[in-house]
């Protein structure tokens, strides 16, 4: 979504920035960069109100994560980061930083092009089982909500995915021996809630993404003991 030039333009603005987050828009292509007036700078951001009444117009919002070790990618969106975009309805991007180098910028949002289905980077709330089943029926003209998840919602024992929010989504439940083609699927692995979605994509095979694994296609039978539901978009 940037070009060479803006990329070096965020990089400069990031490292410049660096130990707290830094923030721009992005206004016909160009990144300007922007103030964060957050009271905690170096763990959240807050472009200021006053920059964003003078650029309404803009098609995208960039902040910077700084690096930290570990399996987690560092430009994992927050809770929050989550909230704020779905809000804003505009894709948004997020960079990494140690304060030397910039990492490329990881974008979201469904204002951004939906990327191929298989072989997915897993990053939460982004790159994951619902974010591939979200995509996989997106790709097929049917809109499905997103919802700001937090990292390891299932162990702090909240039900991201209910029965009854499928039920809203125009997802109705089914029998195994009904199941065809496209049909959703829910599991609970090592968790006492429905922390797990797939998608039924041929005969003994799902589509779906699993914790720090690349998205793909696998056996049905090989998740089969946890299963938990089978369920059918009807709208």
Request: with cysteine; net charge neutral.
């Amino acid at each position: 979504m940037l070009d060479l030039d803006q990329l070096q333009v965020w990089s400069k603005h990031v490292t410049t920035c660096y130990p707290q987050e830094a923030c721009a828009l992005v206004i016909d292509g160009k990144v300007l960069p922007a103030s964060n007036t957050h009271a905690d700078p170096t763990n959240h951001f807050r472009i200021d109100p006053v920059e964003l009444a003078m650029h309404r117009d803009y098609q995208a919002v960039l902040h910077s994560h700084i690096a930290t070790r570990g399996r987690e990618d560092s430009r994992t969106p927050s809770y929050r980061d989550q909230v704020s975009q779905i809000k804003s309805n505009k894709a948004w991007g997020i960079s990494s930083t140690d304060g030397q180098s910039v990492s490329a910028v990881l974008w979201f949002g469904d204002a951004v092009p939906i990327q191929p289905l298989e072989g997915r980077q897993y990053v939460h709330g982004v790159y994951d089982c619902w974010g591939l089943v979200r995509d996989y029926y997106r790709l097929r003209g049917k809109a499905i909500n997103n919802y700001p998840r937090d990292n390891e919602w299932w162990d702090h024992g909240e039900a991201l995915i209910t029965d009854l929010t499928l039920k809203d989504e125009g997802f109705n439940p089914i029998k195994l021996s009904e199941l065809q083609i496209g049909d959703l699927l829910t599991y609970k692995i090592n968790s006492p809630v429905t922390n797990h979605f797939a998608v039924y994509t041929a005969q003994n095979e799902i589509l779906h993404q699993l914790s720090f694994r690349l998205s793909g296609k696998d056996s049905f039978s090989k998740w089969r003991k946890f299963l938990t539901g089978a369920y059918r978009l009807t709208r």
